[in-house]
């Protein structure tokens, strides 16, 4: 079955950078694109950007252009996301989602999140 | 960036009876294609956003049929035909017309 599986939680200085996992298992990673998307402490969703494994396109909201990079590791299936220059604002649950096979933004699996601390 | 704006924001609900949630856009979502650029997904407590509908009213795979959608253009409407206890939780569209794709605000069921 289908699994995104994302790494640990983190506490970070401002300042400093963070980078998640998300590990996806199940499917032909190259096939799908992975999305990013973001909660603060009991707030909503936030879209981040998306990378596509086959052929590398990646996109950015423009909010976090510039602090963050999706990076993949296509050996691991795994993607990478990298948020530098943290802020206290930062903190939240971070998800990494599968966009669907009928459409790349609609969201039909997702991690289990990985809880970001910026203090 | 598209504005998704949902109403009410917390709904208590009595199991049994139905429910409905309302989502505008600020733009119109109809495609050329003739389906619309909107989603539905349930946050239950505790764990990870899930797909319940796409495309404007097309269920998600083992999404209960108590669940339906409707709407075009700007207005639409997520309703669940009897609530049941497991239904609970924050239910938020999105729109995926544009890049960045944007969610609502979410709506809060809850257990009368």
């Known amino acids: 079955q289908v699994q995104l599986v994302q790494s640990g939680a983190e506490v970070k200085t401002p300042g400093a950078s963070v980078k998640v996992s998300c590990k996806a298992s199940g499917y032909t990673f190259i096939n799908y694109y992975i999305h990013w998307v973001r909660q603060a402490p009991g707030q909503g969703l936030e879209w981040m950007g998306f990378f596509y494994p086959n052929g590398g396109d990646t996109f950015y909201a423009q909010k976090f252009q510039g602090r963050v990079t999706i990076t993949w590791d296509r050996s691991l299936s795994t993607a990478h996301m990298e948020l530098s220059s943290l802020r206290s604002d930062d903190t939240g649950v971070y998800y990494c989602?599968?966009?669907?096979?009928?459409?790349?933004?609609?969201?039909?699996?997702w991690g289990q999140g990985t809880l970001v601390t910026v203090s | 960036d598209i504005v998704m704006t949902q109403s009410p924001l917390s709904l208590p609900v009595t199991p049994g009876e139905p429910a409905s949630i309302s989502c505008r856009s600020s733009q119109s979502l109809l495609q050329s294609s003739g389906s619309n650029s909107l989603d539905w997904y349930l946050q239950k407590p505790g764990l990870s956003p899930q797909l319940l509908i796409y495309l404007g009213s097309r269920r998600a795979s083992g999404v209960p049929d108590r669940f339906s959608a409707s709407g075009s253009g700007t207005d639409f409407t997520l309703r669940i035909s009897r609530v049941e206890a497991e239904d609970v939780g924050v239910y938020y569209c999105?729109?995926?017309?544009?890049?960045?794709?944007?969610f609502g605000q979410g709506t809060k069921v809850e257990l009368k």
């Open positions: 989602a599968r966009g669907a096979q009928i459409s790349r933004s609609i969201f039909d699996y």
């Open positions: 999105m729109q995926t017309l544009q890049i960045p794709g944007t």
